[in-house]
């Protein structure tokens, strides 16, 4: 499978392409053998793949396209760490099967596009660092604030 081998060039596809998603995984091969996650809370199984939508909604007006695309790889750029050392990003085309637990798209007729590279993380990173508001990843083992 082809490497995306900048965020530039990953918002220039989002641009040009509906439909599109990423997923933190081990990859195509691994996940379209089953092809659905599974509920980390409750052991369930959902009715597709989850993964993160990366159509710009309409709302975002005309700023920048890699700025969108930058949040969407970091909130979830933790999963490496708490998931599995082998979990990164993949690019893929599907059909919205459902919601998932967190509101995340399930995802099902998986086409694999391209992997995301490392690198494209680090230029997201730096993205997010530079935006003026404060945002961490979506990471439930290092929770900001305690009940």
Same mark, same amino acid.
């Given at each position: 499978?082809?490497? &995306?081998?900048?965020?530039?060039?990953?918002?220039?596809?989002?641009?040009?392409?509906?439909?599109?998603?990423?997923?933190?995984?081990?990859?195509? #091969?691994?996940?379209?053998?089953?092809?659905?996650?599974?509920?980390?809370?409750?052991?369930?199984?959902? +009715?597709?793949?989850?993964?993160?939508?990366?159509?710009?909604?309409? =709302?975002?007006?005309?700023?920048?396209?890699? !700025? =969108?695309?930058?949040?969407?790889?970091? $909130?979830?750029?933790?999963?490496?760490?708490?998931?599995? +050392?082998?979990?990164?990003?993949?690019?893929?085309?599907?059909?919205?099967?459902?919601?998932?637990? #967190?509101?995340?798209?399930?995802?099902?007729?998986?086409?694999? !596009?391209?992997?995301?590279? $490392?690198?494209? !993380?680090?230029?997201?990173?730096? !993205?997010?660092? #530079?935006?003026?508001?404060?945002?961490?990843? &979506? #990471?439930?083992?290092?929770?900001?604030?305690?009940?």
């Amino acid at each position: 499978m082809p490497e &995306i081998e900048s965020l530039q060039k990953l918002a220039h596809l989002v641009t040009e392409n509906e439909g599109l998603y990423v997923r933190w995984s081990r990859g195509p #091969d691994w996940d379209l053998r089953k092809v659905s996650s599974t509920d980390d809370l409750t052991g369930v199984r959902l +009715p597709g793949l989850s993964a993160s939508a990366l159509d710009v909604e309409d =709302w975002w007006g005309r700023r920048p396209v890699n !700025i =969108w695309v930058a949040r969407r790889l970091y $909130d979830y750029c933790h999963l490496p760490r708490v998931k599995h +050392p082998r979990t990164r990003p993949w690019l893929l085309r599907g059909c919205e099967a459902a919601r998932g637990p #967190d509101n995340e798209p399930l995802v099902k007729d998986v086409e694999p !596009i391209a992997w995301v590279a $490392d690198h494209v !993380i680090t230029e997201a990173r730096d !993205i997010v660092a #530079d935006q003026p508001g404060p945002w961490g990843p &979506i #990471d439930r083992d290092h929770p900001s604030e305690t009940w």
